[in-house]
C-alpha cells in the first residue's frame, strides 16, 4: 500500500500566486492532499488556496517560515500522514518534480532535498545569496560527511521518522536550512539530494533580502555552532501541538 | 544616570589604572552627604513608583520585588558607609559613589537578561498556544464540513470560521 502524502505549502501573502500553484500541483497529482499553511496572511491568500482545492491551515498572526512548516508537520503527524513533501508558494518550484523526491523516499531516504545547483541548469542569483549557499553548503558538507549543494532549498520531502523528529524538537522559527539538515544528520537520519528545476519567483518578497540576509548569515552560524552543546529539546511545549487530543 | 554612572566609571578606571598600589576602605572617602542624599531619595521614589503600579495593578507583584529589593541595597548600603566602603575597595573603584552606580548597572543587565529569558519563553508559549489554535480550527473546520448537522455550533456564521 502507498503511504499516505500530505503536501505542505507555508505562505505569506502570496494573494495572485497560491491558486496557481495549488491548482498545477493537483493538475499534476490529483490524488495528493494539498495543505497550505497560511502564516497571518493579510490579504486573500488562504481563499485562494481553499478554493483551488487545497486544506487550508491558517496562524492567526505572521510567525515565521519554520513555524508555518513546523504547523504543517504537526498537523500532519496529527492526520497520520506517512510522509511530508514540502514545496514553496512562489511558483518556484515546479509540482512535477514532486514526484522525484517521492521516488527517492521510497528508495530510503528520510530527508530528500530538491537541488538547484545539481546538473546544468543552475539559476542565476545574487552575488551575496551565492556566497552565503557555498558557504553553508560546504559547512554542511563537512559536517555530514556528503556534498549537499543547495542547504537552503524548501523543496523537500520528509519520511515519517524524520517528519516525528522535526516535529517533536525544537524546529527553528525561521530559516530552517543548513542547520536542520546538520540536525537531521545528527538524529542519524538519511539526508540525499536530487536535481530539481527552479523557476524564478513570479511576484511577491523572498525571505532572504536586505538586512535579512545578515542576520540569516547570523542566525545560521550561531546556530551551526551551538548545535552540538544545544539540549535537543529546549521547550517541551511544541510536544502538545504535534499531538492528537 | 546611566551615563553619569558610565562617566564616574570611567573616570575610576582611569585613576585605577595610573595607581600602582591597591587601595584600602581606609584610604576612601565616604559618600558626600548631598551624593547619600539623591541616592536615598532615588530608592524611595523606586519603591513609590512601584507600590503605586503594583496598587494600580500595572506591575505584578513577582517583577516587584527585585525593584524593591534593589532599592532596599542602596538604601543599605548609602546609610552605612563602612559597608560600602569595603566593597569599594574590594572592587579596587575610585570612589564610593561609584561602587553604588556599577551596582546599580549590574543590576540593570541582570534585569534586562532575566526580561529577554521571560520573552523568549513568552514567545514560544505564545507560538505553541497559535499553532494549536490554528490546528484545532482547520480540523474542526474539516469535522463540520464532513457532518455539519451533527456538530453542534454547525450553524455557526461562516466569517467566525474563516
Given at each position: 500500500m502507498r503511504p499516505t502524502t500530505v503536501l505542505v505549502i507555508p505562505a505569506f501573502c502570496e494573494s495572485g500566486r497560491i491558486g496557481d500553484v495549488v491548482r498545477a500541483v493537483r493538475q499534476n497529482d490529483p490524488t495528493l492532499d494539498i495543505l497550505v499553511i497560511d502564516d497571518g496572511s493579510t490579504d486573500g491568500t488562504a481563499a485562494e488556496a481553499r478554493d483551488a482545492g487545497a486544506r487550508v491551515l491558517r496562524h492567526p498572526f505572521n510567525m515565521g517560515?519554520?513555524?508555518?512548516?513546523h504547523s504543517g508537520y504537526c498537523a500532519a503527524l496529527r492526520h497520520g500522514y506517512q510522509r511530508v513533501l514540502q514545496m514553496d508558494a512562489d511558483g518556484q518550484h515546479d509540482p512535477s518534480m514532486l514526484s522525484k523526491l517521492v521516488d527517492e523516499l521510497d528508495r530510503g531516504a528520510d530527508i530528500v532535498l530538491g537541488s538547484r545547483y545539481i546538473g546544468e541548469n543552475a539559476p542565476r542569483s545574487s552575488f551575496a545569496r551565492r556566497a552565503g549557499?557555498?558557504?553553508?553548503?560546504?559547512?554542511?558538507?563537512?559536517?555530514?560527511?556528503?556534498?549537499i549543494t543547495d542547504p537552503t532549498s524548501g523543496f523537500q520531502g520528509l519520511s515519517r521518522r524524520a517528519l516525528e523528529s522535526v516535529a517533536n524538537d525544537g524546529f527553528p522559527e525561521d530559516y530552517p536550512?543548513?542547520?536542520?539538515?546538520?540536525?537531521?544528520?545528527?538524529?542519524?537520519?538519511?539526508v540525499r539530494e536530487v536535481s530539481v528545476v527552479m523557476h524564478e519567483r513570479v511576484g511577491g518578497r523572498s525571505m532572504h533580502r536586505g538586512a535579512r540576509i545578515a542576520y540569516y548569515g547570523y542566525k545560521m552560524l550561531l546556530s551551526l555552532a551551538m548545535l552540538p552543546i544545544r539540549r535537543p529539546t529546549p521547550l517541551r511545549m511544541a510536544d502538545s501541538v504535534s499531538r492528537a487530543s | 544616570m546611566i551615563v553619569e554612572a558610565a562617566t564616574m566609571l570611567a573616570v575610576t578606571a582611569d585613576a585605577t589604572s595610573c595607581s600602582t598600589e591597591?587601595?584600602?576602605?581606609?584610604?576612601?572617602?565616604?559618600?558626600?552627604?548631598?551624593?547619600r542624599i539623591v541616592a536615598?531619595?532615588?530608592?524611595?521614589?523606586?519603591?513609590?513608583?512601584?507600590?503605586?503600579?503594583v496598587r494600580r495593578r500595572k506591575l505584578r507583584e513577582e517583577f516587584s520585588w527585585v525593584w524593591i529589593a534593589t532599592a532596599g541595597v542602596v538604601s543599605l548600603l548609602t546609610l552605612n558607609q563602612g559597608l560600602l566602603l569595603?566593597?569599594?575597595?574590594?572592587?579596587?573603584?575610585?570612589?564610593?559613589?561609584?561602587?553604588?552606580?556599577?551596582?546599580?548597572?549590574?543590576?540593570?543587565?541582570?534585569?534586562?537578561?532575566?526580561?529577554s529569558i521571560r520573552?523568549?519563553?513568552?514567545?514560544?508559549?505564545?507560538?505553541?498556544?497559535?499553532?494549536?489554535m490554528a490546528l484545532l480550527e482547520e480540523e474542526l473546520t474539516e469535522l463540520r464540513k464532513k457532518t455539519p448537522q451533527k456538530i453542534p455550533g454547525a450553524e455557526v456564521k461562516k466569517d467566525e470560521v474563516a
Open positions: 517560515y519554520g513555524t508555518a512548516l549557499t557555498r558557504l553553508f553548503s560546504w559547512i554542511t558538507s563537512q559536517w555530514i560527511g556528503k556534498r536550512d543548513a542547520d536542520m539538515i546538520v540536525q537531521h544528520h545528527r538524529s542519524g537520519l538519511t | 591597591s587601595i584600602t576602605a581606609a584610604e576612601l572617602s565616604p559618600m558626600h552627604q548631598r551624593q536615598l531619595l532615588g530608592a524611595a521614589t523606586v519603591v513609590l513608583v512601584v507600590f503605586e503600579l569595603t566593597i569599594t575597595g574590594w572592587l579596587g573603584a575610585a570612589s564610593s559613589a561609584s561602587t553604588l552606580f556599577f551596582g546599580a548597572i549590574i543590576f540593570l543587565l541582570a534585569l534586562c537578561i532575566q526580561f520573552l523568549s519563553r513568552l514567545t514560544h508559549r505564545q507560538r505553541t498556544l497559535a499553532q494549536r
